[in-house]
Nanobody, 117 residues
């Protein structure tokens, strides 16, 4: 599975960005996709995830501001980020997960999101 992320950039606090992650390859094996982020000096944290069935999950700090969605026809997952805060500044990584007997994580390249105050 290959993941191609895009959409990062510089935005002022209160602004919006949308990240995209296009999956290719053996995507039939994927059970869920999502986004993690890593800020300077901090551990990577899971931000949002969406299952093949459409169930979503968010870290508490982004609830009500971020929305994850997917376009199955395009094998693409999106992260709409609204009301951005400086603390959202991080490198965002697209991820895909295969569950079951032989679980596996797939990671795309990071895309930098910088929120200025």
């Amino acid at each position: 599975v290959q993941l191609q992320a895009s959409g990062g950039g510089l935005v002022q606090a209160g602004g919006s960005l949308r990240l995209s992650c296009a999956a290719s390859g053996s995507i039939f094996s994927i059970n869920a996709m999502g986004w993690s982020r890593q800020a300077p000096g901090k551990q990577r944290e899971l931000v949002a995830a969406i299952t093949n069935g459409g169930s979503t999950n968010y870290v508490e700090s982004v609830k009500g501001r971020f929305t994850i969605s997917r376009d199955n026809a395009k094998n693409t997952v999106y992260l709409q980020m609204n009301s951005l805060k400086p603390e959202d500044t991080a490198v965002y990584f697209c991820a895909a997960w295969r569950l079951g007997a032989i679980p596996h994580d797939y990671w795309g390249q990071g895309t930098l999101v910088t929120v200025s105050s």
